[in-house]
């Protein structure tokens, strides 16, 4: 703290480092083991920082403060070059940090004439955990676990005060990132079927790879003086994170189960908030950005696979959430501006594959799946007693890629199924409000929300010398898939009707089925809601606009492309199901006022669809199934959408419109590929619906009110079976 009669400065800083190294290893040895063995690496890093600063001046007073947090650790676990015998009880080899950053600035300062203060919050998390098992050989593991683990918290809190007499300015930063490396690599191992002595390997085999990544911050700002008053906070937080679990040029021989899982957590919680008053003038705004961007792997490579009675799952998940808040209020005497902005993105890539090798298995499941979620607030508020304008904007996009598949030549033999499954869930919610208020003039407010919907969800099974085989021996043992359409309609009436909304839950609408054989099934929902609201009061004149924009895009596919299908004929339930599914839907909300002596209300609601939703078999190696082989593609889009306006003064002028857009193409074929089954199935259907309520009043001695709607469909549905045999 400082102080002074004329000039105050005060300053404080923090910074902190933390780089640990961490490493467990077993190399080069022969061991043999009477229960268990366990090798473990374990990484915890905290750090709680305050920096404060504060000043007072009867002139002039500065005050700033700053804190920097860095995490950076190393964590590994292996076991490399090892023979080892026994370990019935398991053998586990695990790699885990555990990291977390506290930390919190905060500025004030306060003078007669001028007051500038301002903080700002710095953190970042750069994690590698690792476990490996590189050119071992297993015999007679009860449970064979790899692990790699990380998680990530962090809390940065940014607050700035300026007050004085004359002017004040202040402002808040809070950036925070988290990039982690987490891994579980199995290469070049062998886990044997026997022992010397004959005894019975590995019941299980466990690679997983796991992050789970959260950061909450706040960026406050508050000004007030008697003449002009400046306010900002600004938030950014990234996350980047890469999982993957991998098993490579191994030979794997489970008795009961094979597991590679990968999987990212990752949660973004942000406010930004700001606040300006004064007798003249005051400005503020805020703007908090967030931005997902994880990659996450689960596959097996080059690797032999075998034992009868071996169930395999490579798995790959992710699941993201962004809740974003941000806010400005200004309040002064004569003029006034109130802004808040927010931006978020999810741009994900998550995969499950199988590339190369050979299978000799009880069941496989390749399944990647995604969720992503936005949830965004973006409120203005700018209050005058001459002259009030607020505004607020909101950009919300996914654009996420999900893809499960087999190729490069792998050789699979299953006794019961091979399922290839994709599976994506998006889904946005959107909130932005500004009210503009000039009690002796013009009060302005205006909105503006972009939401868009991007990516691809894929499941294949492709390559000339790729062959797949599934017998459905066990026609008790079933593949759990999406059926391709939902439980029930989605009733976009009530989206008209405040009192009956509820938004529709895609994914747990999504109907499912069982199947056997063969299975490659993408499916994919997408779900939008908007609300938008604002307002323009002033004395003279008050204008209020809104626009919303949200595109819904991107593509489903599920193919065989190339790939020989069960080149070996099983029970009557054996089959191929091919089904790429997509239901998107948006329901928005619009409404403006303005009301002066010239009052003008206008809002601006569009939503466009152009999603692609394909099924298909091509290629010149056969298929064959005792049973039914189906190519299925099935694809709903639609939008309600409720937009409002009113203006009031002696000029009103009121309009709202909606326009609603469908460039969907659904397929699904059977092409150049050979098929001999007990049955074929191609189908393809679509549905798209619009349902709108637009309205606008205008009220005074001159009054216009008017509303539009335009819908243009340009969907396209198509099923056939070109250039093949039957």
Not at 127 to 135: I, K
Not at 275 to 299: F, K, L, P
Not at 383 to 393: C, D, F, L, N, P
Not at 535 to 555: F, L, P
Request: cysteine-free.
């Amino acid at each position: 703290f400082t102080g002074s009669k004329t000039t105050a400065v005060g300053g404080a800083i923090s910074v902190n480092t933390i780089g640990n190294n961490v490493i467990a290893r077993i190399g080069h040895s022969s061991l043999t083991l009477g229960s268990s063995l366990t090798v473990g690496a374990l990484n915890r890093a905290i750090i709680r920082t305050l920096a404060a600063a504060a000043s007072g001046a009867q002139s002039a007073a500065v005050s700033g403060s700053l804190t920097e947090s860095n995490i950076a650790n190393l964590t590994e676990a292996e076991l490399v070059d090892t023979r080892l015998v026994g370990g019935t009880n398991g053998v586990w080899i695990k790699a885990e940090d555990e990291s977390q950053i506290d930390a919190l600035a905060g500025g004030a300062a306060g003078s007669g004439s001028v007051a500038i203060g301002g903080a700002v919050v710095v953190n970042t998390v750069t994690n590698t955990t690792r476990s490996f098992l590189r050119e071992n050989a297993f015999r007679a593991a009860g449970t064979l676990s790899l692990e790699a683990h990380n998680k990530s918290v962090i809390h940065g809190i940014s607050v700035a005060v300026g007050g004085s007499d004359s002017a004040a300015v202040n402002g808040s930063i809070s950036g925070s990132v988290i990039a982690n490396t987490t891994e579980a690599l199995m290469e070049n191992t062998d886990v044997e079927a026997t022992t010397d002595g004959g005894e019975t390997s590995s019941k299980n085999v466990n690679i997983k790879a796991q992050d789970a990544s959260e950061i909450y911050t706040l960026a406050g700002g508050v000004s007030g003086s008697g003449t002009a008053a400046v306010g900002g906070a600004v938030g950014t937080n990234v996350v980047g994170n890469t999982t993957a679990a991998r098993i490579t040029g191994s030979h794997v021989s489970a008795s009961d189960a094979t597991l590679v899982q990968a999987d990212n957590q990752s949660k973004i919680g942000t406010v930004s908030v700001s606040g300006a008053g004064s007798g003249t003038a005051a400005v503020t705004g805020s703007v908090a950005v967030s931005h997902i961007a994880n990659t996450t792997e689960a596959e097996i490579v080059n690797s032999d696979v075998g034992n009868s009675s071996n169930n395999v799952s490579v798995l790959a998940t992710d699941a993201s959430q962004i809740s974003s808040v941000s806010g400005g209020a200004a309040a002064s005497g004569t003029a006034s501006v109130g802004a808040a902005v927010s931006v978020n993105r999810i741009a994900n890539t998550t995969t499950a594959r199988v590339r190369g090798g050979n299978f000799a298995v009880e069941d496989l499941l390749v399944k990647g799946k995604t969720n992503s979620n936005i949830e965004s607030l973006a409120v203005g508020l700018g209050g005058s007693g001459v002259v009030g304008v607020a505004g607020s904007t909101a950009i919300n996009l996914i654009d996420s890629d999900t893809a499960s598949y087999i190729d490069s030549g792998a050789d699979i033999t299953a006794q019961n199924n091979v399922g290839a499954l994709a599976e994506t869930n998006d889904v946005i919610t959107s909130r932005a409000g500004a009210t503009g208020i000039g009690v002796g003039a013009a009060g302005m407010g205006a909105s503006v929300t972009v939401n868009q919907i991007n990516g691809s969800t894929k499941a294949y099974i492709s390559g000339l010398e790729t062959k797949v085989t599934a017998f459905a021996q066990d026609e008790t043992e079933k593949l759990t898939v999406a059926e391709g359409g939902l439980q029930e309609d989605v009733d976009l009436g009530a989206g008209l009707d405040l009192d009956k909304y509820s938004r529709p839950p895609l994914a747990d609408l999504r109907k499912t089925e069982e199947v056997s054989g063969v299975a490659v099934v993408a499916s994919g929902t997408h779900s939008v809601e908007n609300v938008v609201v604002n307002a323009g009061i002033g004395a003279y004149a008050g204008v209020a606009g809104t626009t919303n924009t949200s595109v819904i895009a991107g593509t489903t596919e599920a193919y065989v492309d190339q790939a020989t299908i069960n080149d070996e004929l099983g029970t009557t339930a054996q089959a191929l199901h091919v089904q790429a599914s997509d239901h998107a839907y948006s329901h928005d909300f619009v409404g403006s006022v303005g009301a002066g002596i010239a009052g003008v209300g206008m809002g601006i609601d569009t939503t466009v669809f152009s999603n692609g939703t394909r099924a298909y078999a091509s290629g010149s190696n056969p298929i064959q199934a005792r049973g039914l082989v189906e190519i299925d593609a099935q694809s709903t889009q639609g939008a309600s959408s409720l937009a409002t306006s009113g203006a009031g003064g002696i000029v009103g002028t009121a309009g709202t419109g909606t326009v609603g857009i469908f460039n969907g193409t659904t397929e699904a074929y059977l092409q150049s590929a050979p098929v001999r089954a007990d049955g074929l199935a191609v189908n393809a259907q679509h549905d798209s619906r619009l349902f709108v309520a637009a309205g606008s009043a205008g009220i005074g001695g001159a009054a216009v009110g008017g509303a539009f709607t335009v819908a243009v469909d340009h969907s396209i549905t198509k099923a056939y079976v070109a250039d093949t045999t039957v």
